[in-house]
């Protein structure tokens, strides 16, 4: 999945900057995300190359020494989409059926929000739709990046709302990171830069933060910039969907981290009305 993200980021880095050459470097990463952009800012450092990609929704929630956030690209709808052999939409399976996804945090809004249905997880690859092929599960709910490595031939597929299941912070964005001083490949990547996904993306990973220090487990927010303000939703999840708190925000532009943190809190204050203290220690938060 990186490779080929990689590969197609390049190419519209060419394009739209046409005297820069775009160059493929590669770095073997470990599976743990936090550790794969480690590595890519370590070889950023090193100058080994001048810049680095990754998925935005993989960077923590600090950047690593030495790097800043050069550049951010759309690109794949962060939306997770139902796939299935037959009926590619969540709230038609029947009671009974089994339904698998990559990640424990959608898995833990899709227990709560279809107590009737089987959630698995499992690491996302092709095998998943080999599994949908061959029946060992009705449908999917997947994340954009997977489409990379895996065929629709013979499925159907079908967008999933974010109020039924919300993306993860950066989903479907790309990262373009680059070293501190290096201040003529940063004024480049600025060209291409979207200022637009900047606000929503600062907006998300303040929520993330508000959280991470409470809780364990994952964390997501949704900022979508609406004309002059934005727009932040902000969910919690029992890691078994016993329960999700589901709040929403606006801010004028300027004003976006400071509602996120807010919102964090309050999430956080409603999650510990369900449960008390306990949600510290049992929560996935999205």
Same mark, same amino acid.
């Given at each position: ?5 990689? +590969? !197609?980021?390049?190419?519209? /880095? ?53 790097? %800043?956030?050069?550049?951010?690209? !759309? ?5 997770? !989409? ?8 969540? =709230?038609?399976?029947?009671? @009974?059926?089994? %339904? &698998? ?10 227990? @709560? ?5 089987? $959630? ?7 095998? /998943?739709?080999?599994?949908?092929? @061959? ?10 990046? $997977? ?9 159907? *597929? ?7 299941? &919300? ?7 790309? =990262? /373009? ?6 201040? #003529?490949?940063?004024?480049?990547? =600025?060209? $291409? ?5 900047? %606000? ?18 994952? +964390?997501?927010?949704?900022? &979508?910039?609406?004309? !002059? ?9 029992? #890691? ?5 708190? *589901? ?14 943190? #807010? ?24």
């Amino acid at each position: 999945m990186a490779l080929a993200q990689a +590969a !197609r980021v390049g190419h519209r /880095i060419g394009k739209r900057l046409d005297s820069l050459m775009v160059v493929e470097v590669f770095v073997e990463t470990p599976m743990d995300p936090e550790k794969q952009v480690g590595r890519i800012a370590e070889k950023v450092r090193d100058c080994v190359a001048d810049a680095g990609v990754c998925s935005a929704s993989r960077l923590g929630p600090a950047l690593p020494d030495g790097v %800043v956030l050069a550049a951010l690209l !759309r690109d794949r709808d962060p939306r997770y !989409r139902c796939v299935s052999p037959e009926r590619p939409a969540l =709230a038609g399976l029947p009671g @009974h059926a089994r %339904v &698998v996804t990559c990640d424990a945090v959608s898995r833990a809004q899709l227990r @709560h929000r279809y107590p009737r249905l089987q $959630i698995d997880l499992a690491a996302p690859s092709w095998e /998943i739709f080999a599994g949908l092929r @061959h029946r060992a599960w009705d449908a999917a709910c997947l994340p954009p990046e $997977i489409f990379d490595v895996g065929s629709l031939a013979g499925l159907s *597929s079908e967008l999933i709302a974010p109020e039924e299941v &919300v993306p993860a912070v950066g989903q479907g964005v790309v =990262a /373009i990171l680059a070293r501190c001083d290096d201040d #003529r490949v940063r004024a480049r990547l =600025a060209e $291409i830069d979207d200022p637009d996904l900047e %606000v929503a993306l600062r907006a998300e990973r303040a929520f993330l933060a508000g959280v991470s220090g409470l809780m364990q487990g994952a +964390a997501t927010a949704r900022a &979508v910039p609406g004309g !002059r303000g934005v727009e932040l939703k902000g969910v919690l999840a029992h #890691r078994d969907g016993e329960w999700l708190v *589901s709040l929403d925000g606006r801010a004028a532009l300027g004003l976006e981290v400071r509602e996120a943190r #807010r919102l964090a809190e309050s999430c956080l204050e409603h999650a510990a009305r369900k449960t008390g203290e306990a949600v510290r220690k049992e929560a996935l938060v999205t």
